[in-house]
């Protein structure tokens, strides 16, 4: 059974930083896509950055050079660092994994203030 726990998110001023977590189970993780989607109220569900297994990285427009994803195969984990966030990243993070076919996490909330 696929598990992702994301942790991480909270309650941040505009400019501040705040890195995500999210911890696998049930899946070969070395062998998975590994990615971070994002979810406004009233807004489709979108791709913020996926890393492959071999490392290689594509991000949203909206957040390349601000936000960084990586992995850690040893810790079946991977992380979202999250540099001079804005308001209009408030969203819903959710953690994917993808190996013919994709499971989510439950997701953590991200809140930017003004």
């Known amino acids: 059974q696929v598990r992702l726990v994301e942790s991480g998110g909270g309650l941040v001023q505009a400019g501040g930083s705040l890195r995500l977590s999210c911890a696998a189970s049930?899946?070969?993780?070395?062998?998975?896509?590994m990615g971070w989607y994002r979810q406004a109220p009233g807004k489709q569900r979108e791709l913020v950055a996926e890393?492959?297994?071999?490392?290689?990285?594509i991000y949203a427009d909206s957040v390349k050079g601000r936000f960084t994803i990586s992995r850690d195969n040893a810790k079946n984990t991977v992380y979202l660092q999250m540099n001079s966030l804005k308001p209009e990243d408030t969203a819903v993070y959710y953690c994917?994994?993808?190996?013919?076919?994709?499971?989510w996490g439950q997701g953590t909330q991200v809140t930017v203030s003004s």
């Open positions: 994917t994994s993808y190996w013919g076919r994709r499971s």
């Open positions: 890393i492959t297994s071999g490392g290689s990285t």
């Open positions: 049930g899946i070969i993780f070395s062998s998975n896509t």
